[in-house]
């Protein structure tokens, strides 16, 4: 474990990390022999736990990621302390985020898919970029720390089958 992932060579061990907002990633190798869980978060995938991840599992080709549920672009509005956090550790980030006025909007899943591409990983899928969820958005199905402060947790799990 570091920091905000979760990883295993072992079977029926279960990664699992807890999101409200966050974007929740899992990845395994083709070979089915590692997974990980990470909560990527506007700080953690600023300060490189995807990175960070895929060199501790050292599985660095054939890696699958899917992204979950997580708030939308639409609806992530931050400042420009968060938006100078990302271009100072990652000057390619500029492309997760959109302007307007003083503010900016990040979208961490785009985010997460620049840092996972540069880490060699092409199989990249999941509800937020297939089917556009935002916890935000949707009161129904999901929770969010944004919408509602006082909050559950959605629970994102991965593991190897016997």
Known sequence: MIG????TQEKNVICA?????????????KSATVVAAIHAGWRSIGLGII???????????????????????????VGEDVYNFYINHDPELFLAFETFGEKYKLSLPLAAIIKLRRCGVKNISGSTID???CTYDDQKNFFSYRRDKNTGRMATMIWINN
């Open 4 to 7: 905000d992932s979760v990883f």
């Open 17 to 29: 990390v807890r999101t409200a907002d966050c974007l929740p990633i899992l990845i395994a190798n």
């Open 131 to 133: 089917q556009n969820f």
């Open 51 to 77: 990175e960070k991840t895929i060199k501790k599992i050292k599985a660095n080709s054939d890696l699958y990621a899917w992204l979950g549920p997580s708030i939308s672009v639409q609806n992530f509005e």
